[in-house]
């Protein structure tokens, strides 16, 4: 049977449910992953060459793309269930020539990849990416039709949404953990700034975007019909209303430790409290609450839920704001992969 798979991703909606599926998949057969994403060369571009010139910083942040956000969040699903993976990212302007090499470097058994991603309905045409994967591999691809594999309609697409933002707010818990755990090893202070802006990120995106949106949408429906779910929900109302104060008290014991080193045990306990509290949260939501949501919501409500999630359910925290989470979650996450030496 299958001992390790390559996962290629790009970014798209359907790829968060092929990381779900994936995940789903090796942790049955006992397997491990090797999750892969490849990039533009961005530098060979009219655009990337006069960008470098005149705004390097601004270079680097297109250079780098996505790539280890995409490949964070996979890597925070897999770690939800204790599954062994790794990830690469490649540049190239053909993608599937580099999962094709990956695979080969990896000693990977198996492709598992989607049938289409970010192009919809042209990918079935000749010449996209999974179908030059099909007719030049080496080793058995399995196409995952992953938008049959998880509840229909509203409620997958919301589902996938939910996920993919708990993914970001784990990856960014990973990121501090890292952080932190260098630090003990080296037995040094930690980059400061960027466990400040890990924090940042965490106590804004939660606060503002995501929780919210929960309780409006997911929490009111669910409890308007079954009261199987009051206490839990109770709970996690709670958590959040309690969310911004714990946050608040590891930046306060970051700010001390700029000026007493003695502090950083202090942090250092603080953080692991910290990012205990929030991993329960977000596995409660997803064993209990999603569940749960599935058996009692209707694919009305389901629709609303989606469209909150997707439309952010206010304008105030849509469009451009949304965006620029992204952007600052993108740039974490590459600092964060240049600190773990990812590939």
């Given amino acids: 049977m299958y001992r390790h798979l390559l996962v290629p991703l790009d970014g798209s909606e359907l790829a968060t449910n092929l990381v779900t599926q994936s995940v789903e998949f090796a942790r049955t057969l006992g397997a491990r992953i090797t999750f892969f994403t490849a990039r533009e060369d961005f530098g060979a571009s009219g655009e990337g060459a006069l960008q470098r010139t005149l705004a390097p910083q601004d270079y680097i942040d297109e250079a780098a793309g996505d790539a280890y956000a995409i490949l964070a969040k ?8 204790e599954l062994r993976c790794d990830t690469v990212v490649r540049t190239g302007a053909r993608p599937w020539e580099l999962i094709l090499q990956v695979a080969e470097e990896r000693g990977c058994d198996l492709i598992f990849m989607a049938s289409h991603g970010r192009r919809g309905l042209q990918a079935f045409v000749p010449g996209s990416q999974t179908q030059k994967v099909l007719a030049q591999a080496r080793l058995p691809v399995l196409v995952a039709t992953v938008e049959r594999n998880m509840p229909a309609g509203a409620a997958r697409a919301a589902i996938g949404i939910i996920l993919d933002e708990h993914r ?60 199987d779910a009051d206490e839990i929900l109770a709970v996690l109302r709670h958590e959040h209303e309690e969310g911004g104060a714990i946050v608040a008290d590891v930046e306060a014991a970051v700010e001390r430790c700029r000026t007493d080193r003695s502090s950083l045990v202090t942090l250092a306990l603080t953080v692991d409290a910290f990012i205990e509290s929030q991993w329960r949260h977000l596995n409660t939501e997803e064993e209990i609450i999603l569940p749960a949501a599935l058996e009692h919501l209707t694919e009305a409500d389901w629709r609303e839920v989606e469209q909150a999630f997707r439309e952010n359910g206010d304008s105030r925290v849509g469009g451009e704001y949304d965006e620029g989470f992204k952007k600052r979650f993108a740039k974490l996450m590459n600092v964060t992969a240049a600190g773990d030496n990812w590939q």
């Avoid at 996979?74 to 269930?81: D, E, F, S, Y």
């Fill in 74 to 81: 996979a890597k925070a699903a897999a770690g939800q269930v």
């Fill in 168 to 227: 970001s707010i784990a990856s960014v818990l990973a990121g501090l953990r890292a952080a932190m755990r260098e630090a003990r090893e080296r037995d040094t202070l930690p980059d400061l700034d960027f466990i400040a802006a890990l924090l940042h990120y965490i106590k804004s995106f939660p606060e503002v975007l995501h929780h919210p949106k929960e309780e409006r949408f997911l929490f009111s429906k669910l409890a308007a019909r079954t009261r």
